[in-house]
């Protein structure tokens, strides 16, 4: 079983605004690190396909794994890029709304 940790983040920012915090979310994973490498083992992000009653008005959505619950603490806490892409957002994309879960997988398929 894995010990890995999958977290999905969805945001709400203004539709002409989805393309600053993409590139937002480029620069952060190109720079994010822990004792100078980096330590999120793989990055995803892009604008929601939007217009379904399911997405609740979110319009981006970033989905990070991490090799361990401590690697996800750092992250929420101490990563200076996490940091940084926040501010980044705060300044250039405003963030009007934002939900996150963690998941470790329990089951996976892939063709």
């Known amino acids: 079983m894995s010990t890995q940790i999958t977290r999905v983040t969805m945001i709400k920012v ?3 605004h989805l393309d600053i915090a993409l590139e937002g979310f ?3 994973a190109q ?3 822990k004792n ?3 330590y999120i083992l793989s990055m995803e992000a892009g604008p929601i396909n939007g217009g379904q009653v ?3 008005g979110f319009t981006f959505l970033m989905k990070s794994v991490f090799k361990s619950q401590e690697d996800m603490e750092f992250y929420m806490t101490k990563c200076e890029g996490h940091e940084a892409y926040k501010v980044y957002l705060k300044e250039n994309a405003p ?3 934002l939900q996150a879960v963690t998941f ?3 089951a996976s ?3």
């Open 95 to 97: 963030v009007t709304a």
């Open 54 to 56: 399911k997405d609740r």
């Open 36 to 38: 100078g490498k980096p």
């Open 104 to 106: 470790t997988p329990g």
């Open 14 to 16: 203004a539709p002409e």
């Open 26 to 28: 480029k620069t952060f």
């Open 31 to 33: 720079n994010q690190q």
């Open 109 to 111: 398929f892939e063709i």
